[in-house]
């Protein structure tokens, strides 16, 4: 219902339109699912272009595979060896492994053939006390022309794979110091490892 008010002493054109009905809200332009669907796009995160679109998702998921693969390569270890030599003394049932004075061998490490057989010879079995000059290589076991010129570890091993009993024989072998991560043969990080 729509009244028209006049005011007394006032002209026509002043007169004004007065709704006396409660009012409603306008209607919507939009639908109001459309409207929602509009809203939670605008609520969700937005993510940087490289991420967001699904053809390149496989690329991530292969990414996450190398770096799974290097994460378990780095953290599986290597064996490292110390070069020596190995005499077999003539009528002897053992080998003394001549080791540097910087690598100190422990009883159970294997000593290995340095040649294209990498054969393994033994396991330490005893250790001669000390560190001992070539000198005292030479008073202590008898041996004769062996290619010491600094003081070295002696380790035995007792009843070796291979003998030769007829004459003292000299090898260069390896004898194995321990293991350490493959992480550390990077150049920078390898530091924290070591």
Known sequence: MVSFIVLHGKNLEDTHLVDSTP????????????????????????????????AILPFWVLFLIVMIGVGLVGASEFPVYSTGLAVERSQSNDVLVLLPQDHVPIVGQI???DDSTRYVIGHISRIEPGILTPTELQNRFGLQDVPVNNPVFVAVVEN?????????????????????????????IGRLFD
């Open 23 to 54: 009012k409603t809200p306008p209607s919507p332009i939009f639908r109001s699912k459309a409207m929602e669907r509009y809203l939670q796009d605008k609520k969700q995160s937005i993510l940087p272009r490289l991420i967001k679109p699904r």
């Open 111 to 113: 000593v290995i053939l």
């Open 160 to 188: 070796p794979d291979h003998l030769n009993n007829d004459q003292q024989v000299i090898y260069v072998i390896e004898v194995e110091m321990g293991s350490r991560p493959v992480v550390s043969l990077l150049p920078i």
